[in-house]
């Protein structure tokens, strides 16, 4: 919304997972004022947070004697990051009363119970209303909107969903076609798009589908609003991705690019081994070689990958070290993130002078893989912008 100069405030956010209240709150905020959080004491701090459901890892909720065992200076920045971001926490424990009025409403729930990876482990259900798994995240949405009319609230105007395509399968689309009719009986019309990031110019083969559902009260904005879709289609867009030489910092005369690539940079084991032989190969020593990376993942330390850079010149490796996978950095910025947004999030990383990191590398290299391509989300929300002003 900053990038296309849209007049906006964000009102509310949901979100249970530290390290992604945190990375939100520096990314967009800027460092924190940690001085109005000096009368805490430990007591006070956990007794704030403990009303929220919280997450260290994504998966399971932090118990009251976890938020305990965690430094003083950790716990004031998450509670400082859920403040000035108004993070409601838990979509679970979330009702329409407790949001504020808004246009848009933004939704993503978790992909582990509908792509093919999540499938290969276990029988998920998909997003199935009685799975009780991840993905059924979805139907809380349901509920919420169900609630505004409950109330009489005004809904919101515009809602956006992203998840990964395998919503569209044939294991999944009967459950995705029921909502796309609750929607449409609480008078959405819904648009869906599957948009792959080469033509938003971001050199990440990373196909993704979003579902835009635009109110309208009545048959003339109906009209309006398909008639604009027709003719504004986000899927005849072919735009030529940037190079890469954008995206991976090669130049390791730069002191911090030479740190990240090194702790990017594993030991040579028969599992690695297999990374470097079957896994796309995006650079030797600083010459690029591919046109694109693969799907940013929530691991690059794994087969497959996003890609590696192998080294064959490079002096300042060590033995029987031939490769690197992607570094935090270049993960963020083939998400579409600007440099100096991870460089903000990268200095204020650190608690208790150089010791302590607030989010590891492991943990930004997932926050970047559950991350949206910022480009993508620029074209579908001026998209919304253009649909306020033709329907009002």
Request: hydrophobic fraction near 35%.
């Amino acid at each position: 919304m900053k990038n296309i100069s849209a007049d906006f405030k964000t009102v509310a956010t949901s979100e249970w997972e530290i390290g992604a209240i945190y990375a939100y709150d520096i990314i967009h905020n800027g460092a924190q004022d940690l001085s109005l959080y000096r009368h805490h004491t430990k007591e006070s701090l956990v007794e704030q947070l403990k009303r929220y459901t919280l997450s260290n890892n994504g998966k399971t909720p932090m118990t009251e004697k976890g938020l305990r065992n965690m430094p003083m200076s950790k716990l004031k920045r998450i509670l400082a990051a859920i403040n000035r971001t108004n993070n409601l926490g838990d979509i679970t424990r979330i009702h329409a009363n407790d949001l504020p009025e808004g246009d848009i409403l933004t939704y993503s729930f978790p992909c582990q119970d509908l792509s093919i990876a999540g499938n290969w482990h276990h029988n998920t259900g998909g997003i199935d209303r009685d799975a009780n798994n991840r993905s059924t995240l979805l139907w809380e949405i349901n509920r919420l909107l169900d609630e505004y009319e409950e109330i009489d609230k005004d809904m919101p105007r515009f809602l956006l969903m992203e998840n990964v395509s395998e919503i569209l399968s044939n294991k999944n689309k009967g459950n995705f076609k029921e909502w796309c009719s609750i929607l449409e009986s609480m008078g959405y019309h819904n648009e869906i798009y599957t948009l792959d990031a080469r033509n938003f110019g971001v050199p990440q083969m990373r196909v993704r589908t979003y579902m835009l559902s635009v109110l309208t009260e009545t048959d003339s904005k109906k009209i309006k609003v398909k008639d604009y879709f027709k003719e504004n289609n986000l899927q005849n867009i072919k735009n030529d991705p940037k190079t890469l030489a954008n995206y991976l910092k090669l130049d390791y005369s730069k002191e911090e690019y030479l740190e990240e690539a090194k702790k990017s940079t594993p030991r040579f084991t028969e599992s690695r081994q297999k990374i470097y032989e079957s896994n796309l190969t995006l650079a030797i020593d600083n010459n690029i070689i591919s046109d694109y990376a693969r799907t940013i993942t929530t691991k690059q330390d794994r087969n497959p990958n996003s890609g590696i850079i192998k080294y064959e010149k490079e002096s300042w490796m060590e033995k029987n070290r031939y490769y690197r996978n992607l570094t935090p950095r270049e993960c963020f910025l083939l998400m579409g993130f600007d440099e100096r947004q991870f460089d903000v999030l990268k200095k204020n990383n650190t608690i208790i002078g150089k010791k302590r990191e607030m989010i590891t590398d492991a943990k930004m290299i997932k926050l970047a893989g559950n991350s949206i391509v910022v480009p993508v989300l620029e074209s579908i929300f001026k998209q919304f912008l253009d649909l306020d002003q033709l329907i009002g």
